[in-house]
């Protein structure tokens, strides 16, 4: 524990570096942030005391953006939510499998916002001529090592592929992601194509892709069950 004398000594060489560097507080915030300082008449503080609440209204105004995506994100979740609760119960009411793909196809475009999308298949699909069938060397180029069973984010398609999928449009494409479609009736995916690069990212996540791939699988399967 610091002596009267120590301690006089201590205050008197932080006095004297003040002195010497005068903007030394004003670039110290963390500092600034939890010191106290009374203004106590004719300006002496007065800068101090408004870079300290500038700093407090700059903390306040991160920690405001900060909720606001936070609250974006979670209302943007829970719309997506709705949607996938919206897919779910119309695909239990589909009476045949033209009839489920093109309530897939209407969700995805309307509910979730898809820009582009191309069924693909390894072989044909019963009834379902909208799958385009591709060789297998170009079923595992879009799965790029992927597990086949798990949707992908990132997926890299080249410019004669995109063409043959999306046509004219896959030009514009910037990311891609694939939602599986992988069940005891059928070996197909739905790929997805967007004009925003960020979409798809590789980081993009695929949780939401996952969860949409397992209710289209399931409805496929129970359409495409032999008699």
């Given at each position: 524990m610091a002596t009267a004398p120590e301690h006089d000594d201590q205050a008197e060489r932080v006095r004297q570096y003040l002195l010497e560097h005068p903007q030394y507080l004003w670039d110290q915030e963390d500092l600034l942030m939890s010191l106290t300082l009374p203004h106590v008449g004719r300006g002496s503080a007065s800068s101090l005391l408004e870079r300290q609440a500038q700093i407090l209204r700059d903390e306040n105004n991160r920690l405001q953006q900060r909720i606001a995506a936070l609250l974006g994100?979670?209302?943007?979740?829970?719309?997506?939510?709705?949607?996938?609760?919206?897919?779910?119960?119309?695909?239990?009411?589909?009476?045949d499998c033209p009839a489920t793909l093109n309530t897939v196809l209407t969700r995805l475009h309307e509910g979730f916002q898809v820009?582009?999308?191309?069924?693909?298949?390894?072989?044909?699909?019963?009834?379902?001529?909208?799958?385009?069938?591709?060789?297998?060397?170009?079923?595992?180029?879009?799965?790029?090592?992927?597990?086949?069973?798990?949707?992908?984010?990132?997926?890299?398609?080249?410019?004669?592929?995109?063409?043959?999928?999306?046509?004219?449009?896959?030009?514009?494409?910037?990311?891609?992601?694939?939602?599986?479609?992988?069940?005891?009736?059928?070996?197909?995916?739905?790929?997805?194509?967007?004009?925003?690069?960020?979409?798809?990212a590789k980081d993009a996540g695929a949780d939401l892709l996952n969860q949409i791939g397992r209710l289209v699988t399931a409805a496929l399967d129970r359409c495409l069950t032999p008699c």
């Open positions: 994100a979670a209302q943007q979740n829970a719309a997506l939510g709705l949607h996938l609760s919206d897919l779910a119960t119309e695909l239990l009411n589909t009476p820009e582009a999308l191309a069924l693909i298949a390894h072989t044909p699909v019963s009834d379902l001529p909208q799958f385009t069938v591709l060789e297998e060397a170009d079923f595992l180029g879009i799965l790029d090592g992927s597990p086949p069973a798990q949707a992908a984010t990132g997926l890299s398609i080249n410019p004669s592929l995109r063409s043959t999928l999306f046509a004219a449009e896959g030009a514009a494409l910037e990311s891609f992601a694939l939602i599986p479609l992988v069940g005891q009736h059928i070996q197909a995916g739905i790929v997805l194509g967007s004009q925003n690069p960020e979409r798809y």
